[in-house]
């Protein structure tokens, strides 16, 4: 009787693909989370048929009853387990379900795990899609340390 073999996910990483739109993003304060430990693909991706929304320091994403809308973001490729486990309890424990959806660079359609909002968000939603532009233009002057977004 053959015995199965023990494979150390370590040792055969698998790809993830995420898409991150909010505090993930470069120049972000979460950043640092996903820096070193993961690779950006291409450049910018769209999100369709959702919108953004500001909680406050973080965005939330939540299905569009603009099928219209989209959200701008960035797509990384992560193979560390640690990393992805410890990215989805922050996001399940601040009110985001895990899911696969498609997004697009203009050129490609890529499907990915992205982190929607549980409930609908009450704040308005942003309408350009976009939260670096959204702190931007929403930053106060004592806010901004130099080279930081946010």
């Not at 909010?22 to 769209?46: D, M, P, Q, Y």
């Not at 410890?86 to 899911?99: C, H, L, N, P, T």
Request: charged share 25%; hydrophobic share 30%; net charge negative.
């Amino acid at each position: 009787m053959k015995m199965p073999v023990n494979i150390d996910i370590d040792e055969h990483p698998r790809k993830h693909y995420y898409f991150v739109y909010g505090s993930l993003r470069e120049g972000c304060h979460n950043f640092r989370l996903l820096n070193g430990n993961a690779k950006r693909v291409g450049s910018t991706w769209i999100l369709k048929g959702f919108s953004l929304h500001s909680l406050g320091s973080y965005p939330a994403i939540y299905p569009s009853e603009n099928k219209s809308s989209e959200v701008i973001g960035e797509v990384y490729e992560l193979t560390d387990l640690k990393t992805i486990q410890y990215i989805d309890r922050m996001e399940a424990g601040a009110g985001y379900d895990k899911r696969t959806k498609i997004v697009y660079d203009g050129n490609n359609a890529l499907p990915v795990t992205v982190f929607i909002y549980q409930n609908q968000p009450q704040s308005e939603a942003i309408e350009h899609g976009d939260w670096i532009l959204h702190l931007t233009l929403n930053a106060k002057p004592e806010d901004k340390k130099e080279g930081e977004t946010q």
